[in-house]
């Protein structure tokens, strides 16, 4: 499974942006992780499929994931952006074995 994401860049607090990642393959789950400089990569959001969406607690009310079966794409929807969100940003996918790939990170930055 290859996963293509793209739609990160530069926004003002307050702002929004709307992240997208295509994978190749069939998948299972698809989300979305952040890692911010100095720490540790984090979720953001999951999808299974027919299952149980899982936002982290720091971007509940604020993002919103979403997924398009038929063209195996997924999407975060990211609203009322904060400084604290600024971070480079990881789609991820998992396929029914449990193995987990990632695709190659989109920097999102908040800052005025």
């Known amino acids: 499974v290859q996963l293509q994401a793209s739609g990160g860049g530069l926004v003002q607090p307050g702002g929004s942006l709307r992240l997208s990642c295509t994978a190749s393959g069939r998948t299972f789950s698809m989300g979305w992780y952040r890692q911010a400089p100095g720490k540790q990569r984090e979720l953001v959001a999951t999808m299974p499929r027919g299952g149980t969406i899982n936002y982290a607690e720091s971007v509940k009310g604020r993002f919103t994931i979403s997924r398009d079966i038929r063209s195996n794409t997924v999407y975060l929807q990211m609203n009322s952006l904060e400084p604290e969100d600024t971070a480079v940003y990881y789609c991820?996918?998992?396929?029914?074995?449990?193995?987990?790939?990632w695709g190659q990170g989109t920097q999102v930055t908040v800052s005025s």
């Open positions: 991820n996918a998992r396929d029914t074995t449990g193995i987990n790939y």
